[in-house]
């Protein structure tokens, strides 16, 4: 008998082997298979697209605030983006004034002097970590993308505590500490005011969702299929869009 073949058929051994007429079989393992190089397109393209909806939103107006009276039957309109405000601006100015509140222009002077630079380095980091990024570091790419309009939250309601605590004690009304509210309606003095997000930050919002899902087709469809993902480490072995290297694998 072929020796080739034995390992298939009923063993020959002596009278004596107490093996003997014990089936064997060949251990056989299929080679790996390399993940369909669409599935990799689609993230990149569907993290692309994510990104995207960042840089648009440095053109736009992330919040807005109206403040109503009897003397502005009308309101009063600020909307703040993430490069300078817009609206009645010099109107609001002349009305802090009396409070000893600072002036807008001299809140979050740095932060409107490095959106773009901010925006720039969330974009870049989200796609670096999407094509580097191992199996083990991939839920990291998310982090990035929420810092985004959280950051902006959490920025803009602490420059709104500062300037309603630090009021002037010389100034010509004094009225308590205050902070303004940042979602629906609020009082400050005689003032009604009316706060509410702007296209900005649902564009920031609909930028970081889409990284969400990305990630979570990057983690599930490519990295878990992976040939290499049981000893896929921080770095992706195949800088994701490269060629899948498959391992052998032997009996």
């Known amino acids: 008998m072929d020796s080739s073949t034995a390992g298939n058929h009923r063993a020959e051994g002596s009278p004596g082997d107490p093996h003997a007429g014990v089936h064997r079989h060949l251990d056989v393992v299929a080679a790996g298979r390399a993940v369909p190089r669409w ?3 689609l993230v990149v393209v ?3 697209a994510s990104v995207s909806l960042f840089a648009a939103a440095l053109r736009e107006a992330w919040w807005s605030f109206v403040l109503y009276a009897p003397q502005y039957p009308h309101g009063l309109r600020l ?3 993430l ?3 817009g609206g009645d601006v010099h109107e609001i100015d002349m009305l802090n004034h009396y409070i000893g509140m600072g002036h807008l222009a001299d809140a979050a002077a740095f932060e409107r002097t490095h959106a773009g630079k901010g925006v720039a380095i969330v974009i870049t980091l989200v796609l670096c970590l999407t094509l580097l990024a191992g199996r083990r570091m991939g839920k990291l790419i998310v982090l990035p993308a929420l810092a ?3 950051g902006f939250l959490a920025d803009s309601t602490w420059w709104l505590w500062r300037f309603g605590h630090a009021l002037d004690p ?3 009304l004094h009225i308590p500490g205050f902070t303004p509210q940042m979602f629906g309606t609020g009082t400050i ?3 009604m005011t009316f706060a509410q997000p702007g296209v900005g930050f649902y564009l920031a919002l609909g930028g970081t969702f889409g990284v969400l899902v990305a990630a979570i087709v990057r983690q599930r469809a490519v990295c878990a299929k992976c040939s290499r993902a049981d000893t896929c480490g921080a770095v992706c072995t195949s800088a994701f869009l490269g ?3 498959v391992p052998e694998r032997t009996a």
């Open 39 to 41: 599935r990799r397109w």
């Open 79 to 81: 909307s703040i983006s």
């Open 83 to 85: 490069t300078g405000m």
């Open 170 to 172: 010389r100034a010509p």
């Open 189 to 191: 003095g005689q003032f």
């Open 243 to 245: 060629r899948e290297r």
């Open 148 to 150: 985004f309009p959280l």
């Open 46 to 48: 569907l993290m692309t």
